[in-house]
């Protein structure tokens, strides 16, 4: 029986496949949003500024972007599924360095062994993304019946839940923080992700998505003209989220009189409502049977009216409105519906450009300018709030967002626009 025959329970290998990676995931993401707010709450108490809650995450994101190109070619190279146990494996060191922080410590040791633990947990967190949304590829294209309509509810359901479990993950890490201690959250997170990690390593076949990876660096950044673009439209995206995100929003309403745990839930909320749209983006945007012709036009749409949401915001910043904290709150909540339903196009877009015999490179490249884009988003996130408050991270945010509508205008429209050379003319 092939992967896209059906099985005795009325599924077939691939969405079984497929609903064993989507949960793996959602048990990392679980523990990776714990692990933000654990970090944040936990350090901004201790008295750290905002430039320095920023640093703490620096190596965080910037190690994501050798962690995906790396990590693209591994999961080619050895299968996706080792690269997903790779990944976990890799969280539990990182959360196991973490929980040996010690209170006697220097402010400076402090700072330095925590920046280190959290670059090895945004290897994992990298790691594991490559290799999950990798995996969607691979299973939609052994179910070939399915077509790319069911590719975009695939990446959309992935996305969207993902990130709403992520929300869930804000709220535990304030939950735990208050009822275990910052070393003892650490230590029950561990614990969930190695039953996670038990269930990935006797549930997907190892040799998933294993295929011949690229001989050369320049065989691997070479990719075609939709990927290319796709990467650099999703550097200004990302960017312009968490310059805002890192530390912006959740410093200034806990200035303007919210509690942890009204900061806390907020953030948690709109996490969850952001992930409920990427799930449901689908509905929102017009299919088109190549399954680019209406899709790229959308991305184009939905990045212009995001870029006019963060300039909205900031005026009523720069005049002082009345009840400023909801004109905040009711914008960013805006900004989220439309950030939701741009990135769940950029996700199923991605895939759609990808080729599935390399697909974990395809993702991992796009991923690397992900992760850069978080990486610039959250050291200006810190800089800009320190320098000019919100109204300078949302001025910040809202020029990333026109360079990434810009960039969108160079996406590829039809099937031979963005098809490699060799795969036009049948050479090798």
């Not at 920046?115 to 290799?131: M, N, P, S």
């Not at 959309?156 to 275990?180: C, D, H, I, R, Y």
């Not at 509690?259 to 990427?278: E, P």
Request: glycine residues 12%; charged residues 10%.
């Amino acid at each position: 029986m092939n992967a896209a025959e059906r099985n005795d329970g009325g599924i077939t290998a691939a969405e079984r496949q497929y609903g064993i990676v989507t949960a793996a995931y959602w048990g990392f993401t679980l523990t990776d949003g714990a692990l933000r707010m654990l970090v944040l709450l936990h350090f901004y108490k201790l008295g750290y500024s905002p430039f320095t809650l920023a640093f703490l995450f620096l190596l965080y994101e910037g190690a994501g972007v050798l962690a995906n190109l790396i990590g693209g070619w591994l999961a080619t190279r050895f299968g996706i599924a080792r690269m997903l146990t790779v990944g976990l494996v890799t969280q539990i060191i990182g959360f196991g360095l973490l929980s040996a922080l010690q209170a006697e410590w220097t402010a400076t040791m402090s700072v330095a062994w925590v920046v280190l633990a959290q670059g090895v947990c945004g290897v994992a967190k990298d790691l594991t993304k490559t290799a999950s949304k990798s995996a969607i590829k691979i299973t939609q294209a052994q179910a070939k019946d399915q077509g790319n309509g069911q590719l975009f509810k695939w990446v959309a359901w992935f996305t969207g839940s993902k990130n709403a479990m992520k929300g869930f993950g804000f709220f535990l890490g304030g939950l735990l923080l208050e009822t275990l201690g910052f070393q003892g959250s650490l230590w029950a997170m561990s614990g969930l992700l190695a039953l996670v990690l038990i269930g990935v390593v006797t549930s997907l076949p190892p040799m998933m998505g294993k295929s011949k990876p690229s001989g050369s660096a320049k065989e691997l950044f070479a990719k075609n003209a939709g990927i290319n673009a796709l990467a650099a439209a999703r550097v200004a995206l990302f960017g312009a989220r968490d310059v805002w995100f890192v530390v912006g929003v959740p410093v200034f309403l806990y200035s303007v009189g919210w509690t942890f745990t009204m900061v806390g839930g907020f953030l948690a909320a709109w996490t969850i409502g952001y992930g409920l749209v990427q799930a449901l983006a689908p509905q929102l945007v017009r299919r088109s049977a190549d399954g680019l012709s209406r899709e790229v036009p959308a991305a184009r749409w939905w990045s212009a009216v995001l870029t006019l949401i963060p300039l909205g915001i900031a005026a009523a910043l720069w005049l002082q409105a009345p009840q400023l904290q909801w004109w905040v709150v009711g914008g960013l909540s805006l900004f989220g519906f439309a950030f939701a339903i741009n990135s769940s196009v950029h996700s199923y877009l991605v895939l759609a450009y990808a080729g599935s015999e390399k697909a974990a490179e395809d993702v991992g490249f796009y991923y690397a300018a992900n992760a850069l884009g978080r990486f610039m988003g959250t050291l200006l996130s810190g800089l800009l709030y320190q320098w000019g408050g919100l109204l300078y991270a949302l001025l910040g945010s809202a020029l990333m967002l026109l360079l990434c509508w810009l960039t969108t205008l160079r996406l590829p429209l039809g099937l031979l626009e963005h098809t490699p050379p060799s795969e036009k003319t049948g050479t090798p």
